[in-house]
């Protein structure tokens, strides 16, 4: 199965930013124009209880509708979720008086696709994140989580890969959370597989597979066939496959222009559930793929 073949149709974008509609420092013109003027091909406009509703499209980037969502399940952790592709019922629907299941059935029944925003921020235990339904996708990073913004957890991709091995594989975006433009912004995208960069379609793309989200290295190609997961990049300098065995002997490639491995599934004696590939380039910045089930 090929999920992702460069030579076919993506897009590029980002999934999460805010602006003056909440707490975000640019109006919504300026950093929808801000993404647009760096080449991206989608972006949606997440500002905090407030459905975007400016223009659909700056040039030729897409702008897609959207909500972030906040909740305390407990007093020791929080969950916001971002809702792309949301239509106008969001504002009757979204509530305070919603529970974290709640608010992802709200982003649904109001048209729209919900993602688990920065699960590592957020201090999500498994438990919490394990029992949430109908997710279209989590941040395995988000570039506002991190110094000089945050402490450092953009990276929650421990978190994920607990959630994969306990069965729930949620796809990974990669996010700005773009608040203050002051560095955040545009250091993070997700690459969708599709024909045009549509909420819907985006969403597809990321429930099977045919997407990766990346701080800069680009995946050309990324395929599972029987016992081999097979995988070509930009030039990397590691290219590590993750899954639910704890150890792995060959799991780590490293090296200098990396442009692709093939791994081999593990059947025996303990098999491996899932795989995601991660490369990381000369720079330290990732790209993963998504969880895949073997
Ligand atoms: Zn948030
Ligand atoms: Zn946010």
Known sequence: MRYFDAS?????????LHTTDSDGRLSPEQAVSLYAAAGYDFVAVTDHWRRYQGPQRCGNMAVLPGIELDVFPDVAQTVHLV??????QID??????????????????????AILAHPAWSLNTNALICGLQNLTAAEVFNSLSRTPWNGDR????NLLDAASAHGVRLPFVASDDSHFYTG????AFTVAQCDTPTA???AQALAQGRSYASQGPKFTRIELDQDELIIECSPVSKITVYSNLFYVADRCQSGTGLTGRRYRIRRTPTAETFVRCQI???????????????
Do not use: K, M
């Open 184 to 187: 955040e912004q545009c250091g």
């Open 8 to 16: 076919l149709p993506y897009f590029r974008g980002n999934l999460h």
């Open 280 to 294: 990381t380039d000369a720079q330290g910045r990732h790209a993963w793929t998504s969880p895949l089930s073997v």
């Open 154 to 157: 953009a990276d929650s991709a």
């Open 92 to 113: 009757a629907l979204a509530s305070r008086d919603l529970n974290a299941q709640g608010l992802i059935d709200a982003i649904r029944a109001g048209g729209g696709y």
């Open 200 to 202: 819907p379609a985006i």
């Open 83 to 88: 809702g792309f592709g949301v239509g106008e």
